[in-house]
Structure formats: C-alpha cells, structure tokens
C-alpha cells in the first residue's frame, strides 16, 4: 500500500495487510502561532457579547492536566463537495469553529480515524496545529474494527500523530470496547502487541493518558473494569445522558448509573458520549419541551442535559459534537460559570422526564455515522432521524382515525422525500447486514429500516 494513499481509502480497503509506516509523527509547523483570540479578533467570527463574562469550568485529569468541562467531539464537522465531487470537510469552517472554541476556554478535541469519513483528524490537526501546542489536548483512538492485525493497527497509530501534526497524543483511547468482551479485546489489542506498545508509549509521554471507549452490556464491562489493575485505565469515555440513566435496555447498553457508580468506586475519570442522546435531548418531544420549559423558560432544551452529566463530580469533560456556531456559543454559555443540577432536578430529568419519553417509539440511533457509507448508498441514520423527529415532534401519522390524519400522512411522505433522496432511502436495504457490526448502539437496521419502509408503504398505499 503507498504510502500517500488517502485515510478514507485506507479505512475503505480494511483488511489487506500493509507495512506499518513506522514511528513517522510530523513535527508540529515552525512558523509563528497566533492565539486562539487573536485569530477570534481578527474577525474570523465575531464575537458573542455574551460569551465575554464567565469562565470555562475546569476539571483536573489524573495527571494533573486542566480540561475543559465541555469538549469538542470532532465527528460532526460540516461536509462539503470537492472539485473531484467527492465528500470533504469544509476546513475554513472547522478552522473558525475551533478558533472560537478555543478563544472561550474549550481545549478538549476528541477525534478518530474512522470519523466524517476517516478525514476527521487531518482537519483537526490543520485546525488546532495553527495554534501553540499548550493551548490545547487532543484524543484520538486506535479504530482497528476491521483488520486486528499489528501490521494495519500500527498505521493507524502512526497515521494519526501524522494527520493531527503532533508529537503526543493527551488522551489515547481503545475505540469502541465491549462487543465481544475479552476475545475481542484481546484479539484487537492484546495477540497483535498493541497493548504492549501504548503502555509503553504511555511511560515515554508519546501518550500521555490511556482509556478506552464502552459500547456494551453489563457483563463486558465488568469484564474490562477488572483489568484496571492490570492495564490502569488513566479515564474511560461512557454514554450517559438522563435517558440512559436508568432507561438503557440492558442487552446493548448498560444504565449510566451503574456506570458512573463503578467507575466512580475505582476513581476513575470519566469522559462523556451521547450527552445529547445524538441530538434527541436537544429536541425533545414537545410534552417534554413544555415541562421542561415551565421550568426555566430560559434554558435550552441541551442545557438541561448538558447540566445533568456535569453536575457529576468525577466526569472530566462532556463531549458535544457542534457542527454549527449557534451550537457552540450555546453550550459555551452553559459551561461558562457552571451551575450544576440539584439533586432534585437530577432526579425529576432521570425519572420523571425519561418515563415519559419511554412511551416514545423512537429509535436508539444518535447518528454517529458509523454504519455509514452502507454499500447500498442508503441514508441509514437520516432515515432513522427523520422517523424521530415526526415521532418526537407529534407529526406522527399513526391512523385513519387520528384527528388531521390527512395532513399528517402528506407532510410525513413529503418531508420523507425532503430529507432523504429516493436513491437512499429505506426501501434500497437488501439487509446484507454489512452495519451491523458497526453500530455501537447494537440496532438491528435492516430490520428498523425493512419497518420503516413498510409503514411508509402503507402510507403511500393509505393502508394504516
């Protein structure tokens, strides 16, 4: 494999056996940095009046690093054609996002190999390597989902001190741990050396913390839990919003409660995931919206869950993916002169709010894209959003019977053709199961999208 052979191409081919690059990390670029505010008052932005009074709360890592309370995840970034009409990261965008991220406080970006395409890193580092490597920390994660072998996992660990510009990494995680409990764990890390060489690189300071992500049942996080003593996990990065606080189903997830309690038990950082629920709590139902509204007319709907996850004292930072600036400048108000949740207030969003959304037939997608690019084109985790949202926002067309049936059923098949093109769309899925194994959530698309497209059969048809 060339050397000069694209990441999304490299991701694409996983797999296929190539020689490792070697320790080759790019030295950070020699020319002079300009400060994230200087690059904010150059008008790269201008600037929220607002977010001029207050200050980022601070959490402190086990090595003693300050980080951000809320932190970058860089998943999400906007994406735009190239010349050659492929997908690329608009780079002038994620540039004036992280300027402005950084100029208030933010100094945590998370990122991977496989993100927007396996090109998240490489737009990351152009970003940020613009400014004075103290300014900011980085985390990034070995993604050998598909070729366990030391040959393709050293690319990747090596490709990405190469993309992100840098000659260490602050906070390097095992992506994606859980399905497959030990097997998989030792497969992936343990038989190629892996584990080996981050411990080491930890005690060079080439790494500089060691973690791993969660995705899975109880049993398999134990499982991984009970090698701390043996691997000291420097934090380990959960989902835990109010939702999954106690509502997670127990086969693909695990209550954050229990999480958090364990890991608070072994002192352990935590990072935080799907805050957001991949966006869910940002739009809530509007039964929920209301209630939540009527008490504190002023808070936005994220706020509130933004303040759940970091009233806990032992999460280290809270990542939100922010493709837009009004999102960035609303969860920087939140977590600029931080005021945590009461208990109280903890327990009525845990309990009281998540028991009504219980009796919302949504599905568990927080369109991470990892399914994503299916082999069939199909628009997986659109698909699944738009079902969420008509569900969430009472547009949902359910029956004859229902009070403005008519005009649902119309705005439901028209905003479906909207939001996804008729090439992408559910009725495509041959269920050759190629996501499956993708998804951190454990879905069963193929099924969800086979339903999908039979209800909206039967809506074409005006068979419900």
């Not at 081919?13 to 020319?31: F, P, Q, R, T, Y």
């Not at 109880?218 to 939702?243: R, V």
């Not at 809530?284 to 919206?289: F, I, K, L, T």
């Given at each position: ?148 072998s030391r040959e393709a996992s050293m690319r990747l660990y090596n490709e990405s001190f190469e993309f992100l510009k840098t000659d260490y990494i602050d906070f390097y995680l095992l992506h994606s741990l859980g399905r497959g409990g030990l097997e998989n764990f030792n497969g992936r890390f343990v038989e190629n050396g892996m584990m080996d060489l981050v411990q080491k690189e930890r005690e060079k300071g080439k790494i500089r913390q060691l973690g791993l992500s969660f995705h899975g049942n109880q049993d ?245």
């Amino acid at each position: 494999m060339e050397k000069n052979i694209s990441r999304r191409d490299f991701m694409n081919m996983a797999g296929a056996g190539s020689a490792a690059l070697g320790a080759a990390a790019l030295a950070v670029s020699c020319a002079p940095k300009k400060s994230a505010e200087a690059l904010v008052k150059e008008g790269l932005k201008k600037d929220d009046s607002v977010l001029e009074t207050g200050k980022m709360e601070m959490r402190t890592a086990g090595n003693g690093e300050q980080v951000s309370l809320l932190g970058y995840g860089c998943m999400r970034f906007a994406m735009k054609k190239g010349e050659d009409g492929k997908d690329v990261i608009d780079q002038d965008n994620v540039n004036e996002l992280i300027d402005y991220a950084l100029a208030h406080g933010l100094n945590y970006y998370d990122t991977a190999p496989v993100y927007l395409q396996g090109l998240s890193e490489e737009a990351v580092g152009n970003a940020l390597s613009r400014h004075p490597r103290k300014d900011y920390l980085i985390a990034t994660k070995l993604s050998n989902f598909s070729n366990w072998s030391r040959e393709a996992s050293m690319r990747l660990y090596n490709e990405s001190f190469e993309f992100l510009k840098t000659d260490y990494i602050d906070f390097y995680l095992l992506h994606s741990l859980g399905r497959g409990g030990l097997e998989n764990f030792n497969g992936r890390f343990v038989e190629n050396g892996m584990m080996d060489l981050v411990q080491k690189e930890r005690e060079k300071g080439k790494i500089r913390q060691l973690g791993l992500s969660f995705h899975g049942n109880q049993d398999e996080f134990d499982q991984l839990l009970s090698l701390h003593d043996k691997y000291h996990w420097d934090f380990i990065q959960i989902q835990m919003n109010y939702w999954d606080w106690q509502h997670a189903d127990g086969k693909r997830n695990v209550n954050a409660e229990y999480l958090y309690e364990q890991l608070d038990k072994h002192e352990i950082p935590i990072v935080v995931m799907e805050p957001l629920l991949g966006g869910r709590l940002a739009s809530p139902a509007e039964s929920v919206a209301n209630r939540l509204k009527e008490r504190d007319p002023q808070a936005s709907m994220a706020s509130w869950a933004f303040r759940f996850v970091g009233s806990y004292p032992r999460i280290l930072t809270v990542l939100s993916g922010m493709t837009y600036m009004e999102h960035l400048q609303d969860n920087l108000k939140t977590f600029k002169d931080f005021q945590p949740l009461t208990d109280e207030e903890r327990t009525y969003l845990s309990r009281d709010i998540a028991d009504i959304m219980a009796n919302f037939p949504t599905i568990d997608c927080t369109a991470c894209k990892y399914c994503m690019p299916c082999p069939y084109g199909i628009d997986i985790p659109g698909i699944f959003s738009h079902y969420n949202k008509s569900i969430n926002s009472g547009t949902f067309p359910q029956s004859k019977e229902q009070e403005e049936y008519s005009r649902l059923r119309r705005a439901y098949l028209v905003s479906y053709n909207r939001a996804i093109p008729t090439v992408r769309q559910a009725d495509h899925c041959i269920s050759c199961g190629e996501c499956l194994s993708k998804c951190p959530q454990s879905i069963a698309i193929p099924s969800q999208l086979q339903r999908i497209d039979a209800y909206v059969e039967k809506l074409k048809q005006d068979k419900l």
